[in-house]
């Protein structure tokens, strides 16, 4: 070869760079690639890579495999190296930024923190920022590969992938974004992994949902062939490849309380968004604070809600969000359609999901409130007992759109529920109504839930009370729907059979005028002529019960006579024995003590009969109450003790609380005052872990009589006002009289006469609506107290106080508000 040839040989050598100067050696040697790659020791990739330019920097070591395998003499080492350090040396491709964020960051500060930790102290190498549409993923990763960027000296390369519309383009975007611009893409991922390499890198993909798997590809071959690589992805839907560490993002913080409603992430998320848009709401954060509940803290609902501002008051806005989320729409322009829109958010995840979970996620709307595994299975299957393949089939669907952040898991007492955000759930709801499976789908719901109604009703009088209680309240949205749809469809049957399941439970619970229309209307849908059954009779009881709870006595006492010649109609013994103890109720708060006792008598006689010892133990603590009330605190003692040791054993929590409440009671009007606090204070816990109202109702007010004994009227104002209002919201004005009168004996010890007489006039006004006398045992305390009043005031001034008792309702009362009274101060405080 010409001297002239050889020198353009070496020139072309040297401008080929590093690669093309290997590929002169080889050839020269007379080598293939997989000869070379035998020969140095080395993968045919390797050499191949390295060739092309693919992989940058060979280490010393490998250059000397090389230049052995080549044969290479002194001259052509050194020109080797030199190349390897010129190519080395020599820019590396610019990645892509993470976006500029446009405006600032609001509520995020657990999240980021979290995030940043998992990466940056390199606790995962890829973590998965997932939620439904609208919670704000996009946001959060932006921010989150913006802090990082000093943790990954090579880098933080944003990956977008929401424009794509083809799953294969997952490859080329990376490559983009990392400044990779091959010829052949038909190794493009082993590429990419060249071209990242060792290099301490952090790749941000957003939006993977709708491309999910072949991101899930991608980043399983990078995190595998580049050690140093981390990867941050955000996604409706879990990428499920090895090492994936998933962080679900929250709703923003709601407010803890109406007075405290400006620190709350989604509050200033709105007053944020709407003050941008010209409209500053910071003087109406009430109705801020109800707009964002609604929208259980969704940022991006609260960004569209905001945007309405420019239109609507925040209190048209509120109640429109009521009935619609409809009006969640008119996002930024430069915003994708699904972004725009709730819906379209929605709608979004919707379409990537397969026909079977389309069908799931229609039928899953039935439920309020969230649902249990065993609820959907029913709904899912419509068989009465899913079987183990049913209940599969139900668990299968639902981790799948729980993957997909359509709906929600919650984990409370070993139990797992399962729900979605309002505005997801309204729009599947529409997406029910359009089949024809919608009311099949509304039936097996309440069916499934009358079941529950009933299987609770037999628990709730045992050791499994508590229990029972607190599925049932989690179960009270879906158990509305199910009497919703049976008074709707006018299923008598089902009315009555949910209505009267549910009776008990609404009184432990304090649903009382709730529970007392659902009883009425679905009586009034039954035919007054129809013969007596089980339903009906427990129907009858139950209202009767409910009416007794809330002083309605003529009500009461019309349901439960009923009841009772339908039970004796049927011969059921037991529903008689509870009936009489019921009718016993209501003739002690009328003052008919001897036929209370009476009625308490008869129906121990026969639970006795039937060997009962829950309804002999209640028959004593009946007749126990009677028996103090009436003032024989000895007698009233005996009973109550029997009863309560009866209780503890049954771990019957009601019968265990009013037990200690009434021996609480008879200790506290016998004077010993500290057995009468520890029995309270006992009693009181326990009705507070049942969430039994009455039961803490009665407590309080008990332990204000006994702090007003001791003169520390202070604390006693603090107990018998939560007292009055706990028996206000429950509608027992028969016990709400009582503490209003309390609350006078401590307004006149605190010579608040005036006061004094306002509430003695609002106690006999409320009585002599409810005509129900002042209990026997409370007559001493009473006659004391209004004597003390009239003694320190004249005649006109006690008239006209007491006449602005009388007047006042007793919710204005009860919730202290300020009354027209003569009083120079209306404020109660100041008598108080």
Not at 30 to 48: F, K, N, P, T, Y
Not at 798 to 817: E, I, K, N, Q, T
Request: one cysteine or more.
């Amino acid at each position: 070869m010409s001297s002239d040839g050889s020198r353009r040989g070496s020139d072309d050598v040297q401008g080929a760079g590093f690669g093309g100067l290997l590929r002169r050696h080889r050839r020269d040697a007379g080598l293939s690639q997989e000869g070379l790659a035998e020969l140095a020791g080395l993968s045919v990739d390797a050499i191949a890579a390295l060739e092309r330019g693919r992989r940058r920097a060979p280490r010393a070591h490998t250059l000397r495999l090389l230049a052995d395998a080549l044969r290479l003499n002194s001259a052509e080492r050194t020109q080797l190296t030199a190349t390897a350090r010129n190519d080395s040396e020599s820019p590396q491709p610019v990645l892509r930024r993470p976006p500029a964020p446009p405006n600032e960051l609001i509520g995020r500060t657990v999240e980021l923190t979290a995030a940043k930790r998992l990466l940056g102290q390199r606790i995962t190498r890829l973590l998965t920022l997932t939620g439904p549409g609208g919670i704000g993923k996009t946001r959060l990763t932006m921010a989150v590969a913006s802090e990082l960027s000093e943790d990954f000296p090579d880098g933080v390369c944003w990956v977008p992938l929401a424009s794509l519309t083809d799953a294969e383009g997952v490859a080329p975007a990376v490559a983009a974004s990392i400044g990779l611009h091959p010829l052949d893409t038909t190794r493009l991922a082993e590429e990419i992994a060249e071209q990242i390499g060792q290099r301490t890198l952090l790749l941000a993909f957003d939006n993977c949902s709708h491309v999910v798997s072949n991101v899930g590809q991608v980043c399983a071959a990078l995190l595998e062939s580049c050690p140093n690589l981390s990867i941050l992805a955000s996604s409706r839907e879990l990428l499920r490849v090895p090492g994936e560490n998933v962080y679900v993002v929250p709703p923003l913080s709601l407010p803890p309380d109406e007075d405290q409603a400006e620190l709350s992430a989604a509050v200033r998320l709105f007053v944020d968004r709407a003050s941008a848009r010209g409209y500053d709401p910071t003087g109406q954060l009430e109705q801020v604070a109800r707009v964002v509940r609604r929208l259980e803290g969704m940022p991006l609902a609260i960004e569209l809600a905001a945007a309405r501002t420019n239109v609507m008051t925040i209190e048209e806005l509120a109640g429109e969000l009521e009935t619609s989320f409809g009006i969640l729409a008119g996002g930024d322009r430069t915003a994708s359609p699904r972004q725009q829109s709730m819906r379209g958010a929605i709608e979004w995840s919707h379409d990537l999901l397969t026909p079977a979970e389309r069908d799931v996620f229609a039928q899953l709307s039935v439920f309020v409130g969230g649902w249990t595994l065993s609820a959907a299975a029913m709904v899912m299957s419509g068989e009465d007992a899913p079987g183990p393949v049913a209940r599969a089939e139900a668990l299968d669907l639902t981790g799948r759109l729980v993957d997909k952040s359509l709906i929600r898991v919650t984990r409370h007492g070993g139990v797992a529920r399962y729900y979605m955000l309002a505005v997801i759930r309204e729009f599947a709801a529409d997406r029910l109504q359009a089949t024809a499976s919608v009311d099949e789908a509304v039936s097996r719901h309440a069916h499934f839930y009358i079941g529950l109604a009933e299987q609770a009703e037999r628990e709730l009088r045992g050791a499994s009370q508590e229990e029972w209680l607190e599925r049932l309240q989690s179960e009270l949205d879906n158990l509305r729907a199910a009497m919703a749809w049976a008074l709707q469809t006018r299923s008598v049957s089902e009315a009555l059979r949910l209505s009267g399941a549910l009776w008990l439970f609404c009184y432990l619970r304090g649903h009382y005028a709730e529970g007392s229309l659902w009883l009425e209307r679905s009586l009034a849908l039954s035919p007054s002529t129809e013969d007596a059954t089980p339903a009906l009779a427990k129907a009858n009881l139950g209202a009767g019960m409910l009416a007794f709870l809330q002083c309605e006595y003529d009500v009461a006492t019309t349901r439960l006579e009923t009841a009772l010649t339908q039970y004796k109609e049927l011969k059921d013994t037991a529903g008689t024995a509870l009936v009489l103890q019921r009718l016993g109720g209501v003739a002690r708060e009328r003052g008919d003590y001897r036929t209370a006792e009476d009625l308490h008598c008869q129906s121990y006689d026969l639970f006795e009969n039937l060997g009962d010892q829950s309804g002999m133990s209640w028959a004593h603590n009946q007749l126990g109450f009677v028996a103090w009330l009436r003032g024989d605190l000895d007698v009233g003692a005996r009973r109550c003790g029997r009863a309560r040791d009866s209780f503890r054993k049954l771990g019957d929590g009601e019968g265990l609380a009013w037990s200690l409440i009434s021996l609480g009671a008879i200790a506290q009007y016998k004077g010993e005052l500290v057995d009468a606090e520890a029995l309270l204070q006992e009693s009181l816990a326990l009705s507070q872990r049942l969430g039994y109202r009455e039961g803490v109702a009665w407590s309080l007010n008990q332990l204000g009589i006994v702090e007003r004994r001791r003169g520390l009227t202070e604390r006693a104002v603090h107990l018998l006002d939560e007292s009055l209002a706990e028996h206000r919201d429950l509608g027992d004005r028969w016990r709400s009289a009582s503490v209003l009168e309390e609350l006078a004996a401590v307004a006149q010890q605190r010579e608040r006469s005036e006061y004094a007489a306002f509430l003695l006039g609002a106690a006999d006004g409320v009585r002599e609506v409810i005509q129900a006398p002042v209990p026997q045992v409370e007559k001493a305390d009473y006659l004391a107290t209004r004597r003390a009043v009239e003694e320190s005031l004249d005649r006109q001034a006690f008239r006209a106080a007491w006449s602005a008792g009388r007047a006042a309702p007793l919710a204005a009362v009860a919730d202290g508000y300020p009354v027209q009274h003569p009083a120079p101060d209306p404020d109660r405080s100041r008598y108080l």
